[in-house]
């Protein structure tokens, strides 16, 4: 079958973005009438390598597509010109809207291993619909917070700025980046539409080829004080980065004399830590020891961590690539599984991918000081000590509140990772944070196999990483 680039689809909205088997099960589902109420929830499996803890993220964008959720004219048209459908399945298909219930932690929330972010209560095929792109949503911010908030632990008291759009890995994928690390403590973005979707402060300086089209380094930086004289931040590694400090320094008067002043100079290529240091002379001998360093070129948590450890003179980091790709852990192993169907909980139990079954809820103790202690992961109906952090946020299809504005995840996100124990605070790897698995939801499990009978789980009690029991 061919493509039909006459199709006015919007990606991002269409309920067309998404695996064909749901489509087919979907189909399965209607033939048989299995509409019962479903339970699915959002988890991760394991922790990539060098994690301790991870920010979940994408939430606002997840129940955006909650609500809009519906087949247009020309989506059915497609679906029924490729022949694998039923017609009064379309016909169904044209009246499906998600009137299920959602609970979830907040954005900004720290978790960890095998706790469910997400948690969909639904009829059978809305919940099995939705799958893929709740998991693309959620995935990729979450994702990119969590490797936003290691450089954010890494350089405390520093500026932090997203460079990556250039290089991420779509469009979406370079606006869902902005968002997400400014939500996990970043101080902005270069990405302009970031800024005007979701209000991320934007940053720019200028790139090699400003000054490059100019005879002069020093005229480049002239011209761009006069064109920007609120955001004087100039690029000094064209050519020779400490020659370009000294202009930097030549240039001040005339500009100051103009009502003009320079805020930064950014570095972008060879040693950042040794030129930073020999600008930052320059600079300050020169009276402008107001002026800030920004540094940028391949940089990530661990070389912003190494450089703030050697003392390197350096205010702010631009990340762009390592950030927006995740570099060292492109991908979360994650999975939004079936839980529960028709008032019985259910359990996957494949070698190495086996789950807890029942609707869950998380748990967290703290110790006297507000630092965590150790979450506690059990059945939503087993009162636990400690906060629950699962809330529920949507109700038949609608949300109960608006969603809070990034500001305030902003502000959630960073009270999270001011509760980490120290350990989990350090980029390195160190004993796991501690998460506890309820009696009830072992006798649960135990359960659910007695009833599968004699295809016994391959994997023990303690399957889960990192999870004990309470």
């Known amino acids: 079958m061919s493509g039909r680039e006459d199709h006015p689809i919007r990606p991002g909205a269409s309920v067309l973005l998404t695996d064909l088997y749901q489509l087919t099960m979907l189909q399965g589902y209607f033939d048989r009438g299995m509409e019962e109420t479903a339970v699915f929830e959002f988890f991760v499996r394991k922790l990539p390598p060098r994690r301790g803890f991870l920010v979940a993220a994408g939430l606002e964008q997840a129940m955006d597509y909650l609500e809009g ?8 048209d497609w679906l029924a010109s490729s022949r694998r459908f039923s017609r009064d399945f379309l016909t169904y298909l044209e009246r499906l809207r998600f009137t299920g219930d959602v609970h979830a932690m907040p954005e900004g929330s720290v978790f960890f291993p095998n706790e469910p972010i997400l948690r969909v209560t639904a009829p059978l095929p809305q919940a099995q619909l939705v799958e893929t792109r709740l998991i693309n949503l959620l995935h990729f ?56 979707l979701y209000g991320v402060p934007l940053y720019g300086t200028m790139a090699h080829s400003f000054v490059q089209a100019h005879e002069e380094e020093e005229d480049a930086f002239a011209h761009f004080a006069h064109s920007q004289p609120e955001n004087v931040v100039l690029l000094i590694d064209t050519y020779d980065t400490e020659a370009a400090a000294e202009k930097v320094v030549a240039l001040a008067p005339r500009l100051r004399a103009e009502g003009l002043t320079i805020k930064g100079v950014r570095i972008d290529s060879g040693d950042l830590g040794e ?7 320059i600079l300050d001998a020169g009276g402008l020891p107001h002026v800030r360093i920004l540094a940028s070129g391949n940089l990530d948590e661990e070389v ?4 703030v450890a050697s003392g390197a003179p350096i205010d702010d980091f631009a990340i762009g690539t390592r950030l927006d790709t995740s570099a060292d852990a492109p991908y979360l192993d994650c999975a939004y599984k079936l839980q529960e169907y028709a008032g019985r909980a259910r359990r996957k139990r494949s070698e190495g991918k086996a789950t807890w079954p029942g609707r869950k809820q998380v748990y967290r103790r703290l110790w006297p000081d507000g630092c965590m202690a150790a979450d506690i992961l059990t059945l939503d109906e087993d009162l636990q000590e400690g906060d629950p952090l699962l809330q529920q946020c949507m109700r038949a299809g609608r949300r109960l509140a608006p969603s809070p504005p990034l500001f305030q995840v902003r502000q959630h ?11 989990l605070r350090r980029l ?12 009830a939801l072992h006798d649960l499990a ?17 399957h889960t990483y990192n999870c004990k029991p309470l």
Do not use: W
């Not at 912003?304 to 450089?307: C, D, I, R």
């Open 413 to 423: 996100a960073a009270a999270q990772l001011d509760r980490l124990p120290p350990h």
């Open 304 to 307: 912003v961590q190494a450089l």
């Open 275 to 281: 030129h930073a240091r020999k600008v930052r002379c």
């Open 428 to 439: 390195g790897v160190d004993p796991p944070y501690q998460v506890l698995i309820s009696p």
């Open 69 to 76: 959720l519906a087949m247009t004219p020309q989506d059915l």
């Open 446 to 462: 135990a359960a659910v196999d007695s009833h599968l009978g004699s295809n016994s789980p391959r994997e023990s009690r303690s």
């Open 141 to 196: 911010q979450t994702l990119i917070a969590s490797k936003a908030a290691r450089a954010v632990l890494a350089a405390p008291g520093k500026g932090l700025i997203d460079f990556g759009l250039r290089r991420a890995h779509g469009a979406e994928a370079g606006l869902l980046a902005a968002r997400a690390g400014y939500l996990a403590g970043f101080s902005g973005s270069a990405t302009v539409l970031a800024g005007i």
